[in-house]
């Protein structure tokens, strides 16, 4: 899918906030899961829907919706699962994607709930079935400062992309249990991306 975006132009607050980012990964995840093979941000340097900006100094910036992108990027690695069952018995504004294979399994959850009345942290518990789980590690998708969805800094993996240095985000290990179930707390306004393995990994 060519010439998408969140608006034609951007919106200031909007498109270059990190709501934008959690919409980015959200949205990808959305159209995979339905078929589509790809997605272009189509935009145009220095609108506030661009990923890649140029800062006060005149040098690259890098906008939240590219952290989306670098979710997908990690947490979109292999086959599409359409056989996952949700609970959701709060009826939180929670989305949650299934990718994987053979041996790696990878869970992208968004919680899109913000607001002092509606923000809210979510506990997951995930559950694999045919799936012995031996490893996991999550990354989180967070705004700076944390679960605010106008903010206009970001990192994953508790570290910010640059123009100008290296990304070094890192994955934190998830317990499991026995059963294969591990339980993951994902904040407000924010997103978790979490790799299970049927076999060890280094």
Same mark, same amino acid.
């Given at each position: 899918?060519?010439?998408?975006?969140?608006?034609?132009?951007?919106?200031?607050?909007?498109?270059?906030?990190?709501? !934008? !980012?959690?919409? !980015?990964?959200?949205?990808?995840?959305?159209?995979?899961? &339905?078929?589509?093979?790809?997605?272009?941000?189509?935009?145009?340097?220095?609108?506030?829907?661009?990923?890649?900006?140029?800062?006060?100094?005149?040098?690259?910036?890098?906008?939240?919706?590219?952290?989306?992108?670098?979710?997908?990027?990690?947490?979109?690695?292999?086959?599409?699962?359409?056989?996952?069952?949700? /609970?959701?018995?709060?009826?939180?504004?929670?989305?949650?994607?299934?990718?994987?294979?053979?041996?790696?399994?990878?869970?992208?959850?968004?919680?899109?709930?913000?607001?002092?009345?509606?923000?809210?942290?979510?506990?997951?518990?995930?559950?694999?079935? &045919?799936?012995?789980?031996?490893?996991?590690?999550?990354?989180?998708?967070?705004?700076?400062?944390?679960?605010?969805?106008?903010?206009?800094?970001?990192?994953?993996?508790?570290?910010?992309?640059?123009?100008?240095?290296?990304?070094?985000?890192?994955?934190?290990?998830?317990?499991?249990?026995?059963?294969?179930?591990?339980?993951?707390?994902?904040?407000?306004?924010? !997103?978790?991306?979490?790799?299970?393995?049927?076999? /060890? &990994?280094?």
């Amino acid at each position: 899918m060519t010439e998408c975006n969140d608006y034609t132009i951007g919106v200031k607050g909007a498109s270059d906030a990190f709501a !934008a !980012a959690l919409w !980015a990964l959200d949205y990808m995840h959305w159209w995979a899961a &339905h078929g589509c093979a790809g997605v272009n941000f189509h935009n145009r340097r220095g609108i506030p829907n661009d990923t890649i900006h140029f800062d006060s100094a005149r040098s690259f910036g890098i906008n939240p919706k590219a952290y989306g992108l670098k979710a997908f990027d990690l947490g979109g690695r292999g086959d599409v699962m359409t056989s996952v069952e949700l /609970s959701n018995p709060g009826q939180m504004n929670v989305d949650c994607y299934a990718v994987g294979d053979a041996t790696n399994l990878f869970l992208t959850i968004i919680n899109k709930t913000h607001g002092s009345a509606a923000g809210t942290n979510v506990v997951v518990t995930i559950q694999p079935e &045919h799936f012995a789980v031996t490893t996991g590690e999550y990354m989180m998708l967070e705004s700076v400062p944390p679960s605010d969805p106008l903010a206009k800094e970001a990192t994953l993996g508790g570290s910010r992309i640059a123009g100008d240095t290296d990304w070094h985000g890192q994955w934190t290990p998830l317990g499991v249990a026995k059963s294969s179930a591990c339980n993951i707390t994902v904040p407000s306004s924010s !997103a978790a991306i979490v790799h299970l393995c049927s076999t /060890s &990994h280094d």
